[in-house]
């Protein structure tokens, strides 16, 4: 059976959750938080494929109030496709990202105070952090610049292992909205070319890392 777009657990309008100890095999986000989740920790978890944990989609609908706030992750390996987290997307990745589908011009709605700490990676084949404003259902591109989806206080501490590409981190934010308060430290993992990148477009005081290249 196919495994595409089987996500492990999203969530919607919820509040203090705990996810421990699970081990996930699947297609697509191992764990997909969205629109008012708050209050989340999320540790001792091993992924496999699929795309990592994703903040979003969230905050592509006009006039809607939307938030993913208060997220810890702590201790997740991930081995094999994406990326490890995300901040906020539509595509799917197999790391820790933020995922802001292609957010609405008017949309009120933000994502604050979030941590991944001891992350362990293997062979992922994008970056190990990623923030994306303007990817689409259809995975077209848009609106990359006009979002007002806020994304701020993000922080990835401790991360090991490999990726099969050159990428460390892709931020991408909102020229309208830019991300403050993003940083990463003690990130050493290895990719595929001698000086990896990390590529930025509208940070504000990022720390702990140089942006390389443009995203």
């Not at 795309?51 to 809607?64: D, H, K, M, R, T």
């Not at 700490?117 to 293997?122: D, K, R």
């Not at 401790?158 to 991300?179: D, H, L, R």
Request: hydrophobic fraction near 35%.
């Amino acid at each position: 059976a196919s495994t595409i777009n089987t996500d492990g657990v999203d969530t919607f309008y919820s509040n203090n959750i705990t996810i421990r100890n699970w081990s996930v095999t699947n297609g697509d986000d191992q764990i997909s938080l969205k629109a008012n989740t708050s209050n989340v920790v999320i540790e001792n978890c091993h992924f496999y494929k699929g795309n990592g944990i994703a903040i979003g989609s969230i905050g592509q609908y006009l006039g809607e109030y939307e938030f993913v706030a208060n997220v810890t992750a702590n201790n997740v390996t991930k081995a094999t496709r994406q990326m490890v987290a995300a901040a906020a997307s539509a595509t799917s990745t197999t790391s820790v990202s933020v995922l802001a589908l292609h957010p609405s011009d008017g949309a009120l709605t933000f994502t604050c105070r979030t941590a991944f700490t001891n992350l362990t990676v293997s062979n992922i084949t994008q970056a190990v952090a990623a923030i994306s404003q303007c990817a689409t259902y259809i995975n077209a591109t848009g609106g990359c610049d006009t979002s007002r989806f806020q994304i701020s206080n993000i922080t990835w501490a401790g991360a090991t292992g490999t990726v099969a590409n050159k990428y460390i981190a892709q931020f991408q934010c909102s020229g309208v909205a830019p991300c403050p308060g993003i940083s990463m430290s003690d990130i050493d993992v290895q990719t595929n070319v001698s000086s990896p990148v990390i590529t930025c477009s509208n940070l504000v005081d990022p720390t702990g890392f140089d942006c390389t290249d443009a995203a």
